[in-house]
């Protein structure tokens, strides 16, 4: 039935995006807002659907939308009032039943945008993404004005309404996160990169997702916040809120881009964690943290997760972050402008400070970094990793696979932090794990649920396994030049065979007799070449 329901539900997503093919919109700019906002509109109106039919009986019929259009102001307001928080209220003239049947009517485009924004109005205090300025991003935008060609509007509007009302979405509500997790991946599979290229993949890997989760909380835990700085389309937020358990835990995120903020709300959404969405703030968290407690202090965190961009030009506010105010967030540095190639700015580096400086006293954090950073000798990344030892802050690392991210090839590797680890450091080297896949043009490697369950329990066992995982002292890192590579804390082992005085005299002899013979032939081949060496010379004279 699960597979029945995901593939029904791929099917509309396929269906939305041939539509935009047919009207200019395929590949175009704008066309992944109108696949996920034409998604969310089916996704609320089914949704809504859903739920008042468990709150009144009588609606549990076919035509429920009729017999909901003859209740008095007063009855439907109750039954508004009875709904959950997360469910979005909407009116009887917004649902898509009423659009397809009024489809015919002239400006049918304008009817549905305006249906749309009305909806996005009606739930403004719950659904909007706020901007580090304060200001409102709502639910929905104007669409059918995505179309360059007025003539084009109507027609676009009806073949989507068309869509949304040939498939039921109420059977869906009972599916948990792998199902969405599933659904929300191949809904952004096409759109998970910003035009410029410029920040981190929108989708982080599920078996990055699931290690980060699975380690990061290992006990059950209640009323937590958890964090991220850059939060992109919010997979490890997803991936943490539900091993916490989403009635459990308030999610708080910050991310420059406008794009992933609207994926993010979307994913809330899907999620069971509506509650958080006046949380998602689009904005710069370097130049502008948003989040802070009452007393105008950067707020502390239980957990926080990030995958935040590696590189990036931000020489443009370089030296406006480089204040009195900031030299304890960014304790370690702030990079410097290169004369050359701005764009390789090592904006990672600021992120993983921010993140120390968040963390709660019994805070516990998992930041994807380049694997560069876990051994580099000097800089910034050397004083990182010093305080993180120094102050006993340090859980692990686990290096990962090459090419675990398809569309980049630099190494990564995974840097969990624990403000109450006091003891035992555990390091892994899982750079030899996972298969080769090819992932469209790029490669990409998959690890099995088995090789992540490995990962998981070695680290949360704290075993030592050999030529994997080791687990040291944060003394013996201190010895080791505060290196975080497990590779250099691996024992080197040496093998003795136990042989005779006779044996080994035959051995020793077998070897002279072999070097005398390599030389001997070293000779011959000296005395050819310069022979011939010779030979050139005189036939030059």
């Given amino acids: 039935?699960?597979?029945?329901?995901?593939?029904?539900?791929?099917?509309?997503?396929?269906?939305?995006?041939?539509?935009?093919?047919?009207?200019?919109?395929?590949?175009?700019?704008?066309?992944?807002?109108?696949?996920?906002?034409?998604?969310?509109?089916?996704?609320?109106?089914?949704?809504?659907?859903?739920?008042?039919?468990?709150?009144?009986?009588?609606?549990?019929?076919?035509?429920?939308?009729?017999?909901?259009?003859?209740?008095?102001?007063?009855?439907?307001?109750?039954?508004?009032?009875?709904?959950?928080?997360?469910?979005?209220?909407?009116?009887?003239?917004?649902?898509?039943?009423?659009?397809?049947?009024?489809?015919?009517?002239?400006?049918?485009?304008?009817?549905?945008?305006?249906?749309?924004?009305?909806?996005?109005?009606?739930?403004?205090?719950?659904?909007?993404?706020?901007?580090?300025?304060?200001?409102?991003?709502?639910?929905?935008?104007?669409?059918?004005?995505?179309?360059?060609?007025?003539?084009?509007?109507?027609?676009?509007?009806?073949?989507?309404?068309?869509?949304?009302?040939?498939?039921?979405?109420?059977?869906?509500?009972?599916?948990?996160?792998?199902?969405?997790?599933?659904?929300?991946?191949?809904?952004?599979?096409?759109?998970?990169?910003?035009?410029?290229?410029?920040?981190?993949?929108?989708?982080?890997?599920?078996a990055v997702a699931k290690i980060m989760a699975a380690i990061l909380v290992k006990n059950p835990t209640q009323n937590v916040t958890v964090y991220d700085p850059s939060a992109g389309s919010g997979t490890l937020l997803m991936s943490v809120a539900h091993a916490i358990g989403e009635e459990n835990c308030t999610i708080l995120s910050q991310d420059i881009s406008q794009k992933s903020s609207n994926l993010l709300r979307l994913n809330l959404i899907l999620n069971n964690l509506v509650h958080s969405i006046p949380n998602i703030i689009k904005g710069n968290t370097i130049t502008n943290p948003y989040h802070k407690d009452d007393d105008g202090k950067l707020e502390k965190f239980d957990f926080i997760v990030s995958n935040p961009p590696f590189k990036l030009d931000f020489s443009d506010f370089r030296d406006d972050i480089d204040t009195k105010e900031n030299k304890d967030r960014f304790f370690a540095g702030i990079p410097n402008i290169p004369p050359k190639k701005k764009e390789s700015m090592a904006i990672y580096e600021l992120f993983i400070q921010h993140i120390m400086y968040s963390l709660k006293k019994s805070g516990k954090a998992a930041i994807v970094v380049p694997t560069g950073f876990i051994t580099a000798q000097s800089g910034i990344d050397k004083r990182i990793r010093e305080k993180l030892i120094d102050n006993k802050m340090l859980a692990g690392v686990v290096s990962m696979p090459s090419n675990i991210f398809a569309t980049t090839g630099t190494n990564v590797s995974i840097l969990f932090l624990d403000r109450t680890n006091e003891e035992d450091v555990v390091l892994i080297d899982a750079s030899n794990l996972g298969e080769k896949v090819k992932d469209g043009k790029n490669q990409k490697t998959v690890l099995t649920s088995e090789e992540e369950q490995r990962i998981i329990e070695t680290f949360n066992n704290k075993q030592v396994v050999d030529d994997f995982s080791v687990v040291v002292k944060y003394d013996e890192i201190k010895e080791k030049n505060y290196s975080l590579s497990a590779g250099q804390y691996f024992e080197i082992k040496i093998e003795y065979v136990d042989i005779t005085h006779d044996e080994f005299e035959e051995k020793m002899n077998n070897y002279k007799a072999n070097l005398a013979k390599m030389f001997e032939e070293s000779r011959k081949l000296e005395d050819e070449i310069l022979s011939n060496f010779d030979g050139l010379e005189k036939s030059d004279l």
């Fill in 1 to 206: 039935m699960v597979r029945q329901f995901e593939a029904k539900t791929k099917e509309l997503i396929d269906s939305l995006k041939g539509i935009c093919a047919n009207y200019g919109l395929g590949n175009d700019g704008n066309e992944f807002k109108i696949i996920t906002q034409s998604f969310l509109y089916k996704f609320m109106n089914d949704k809504f659907a859903y739920e008042i039919k468990k709150i009144d009986k009588k609606l549990n019929v076919e035509n429920w939308e009729k017999i909901l259009k003859a209740y008095s102001e007063s009855e439907y307001e109750m039954l508004l009032m009875q709904l959950k928080p997360d469910t979005a209220r909407l009116k009887p003239e917004h649902f898509i039943k009423q659009l397809f049947e009024r489809q015919n009517i002239s400006d049918f485009g304008k009817f549905f945008d305006d249906t749309l924004m009305d909806i996005a109005a009606f739930n403004s205090d719950v659904f909007s993404v706020i901007t580090e300025s304060g200001t409102k991003i709502q639910l929905f935008e104007r669409l059918t004005e995505f179309i360059y060609d007025p003539r084009d509007h109507d027609p676009f509007a009806r073949a989507v309404i068309n869509k949304l009302v040939s498939v039921n979405f109420e059977d869906i509500y009972e599916q948990k996160y792998d199902f969405y997790s599933t659904i929300f991946e191949y809904l952004i599979k096409d759109y998970n990169k910003d035009g410029g290229g410029k920040y981190a993949e929108y989708y982080t890997p599920h």
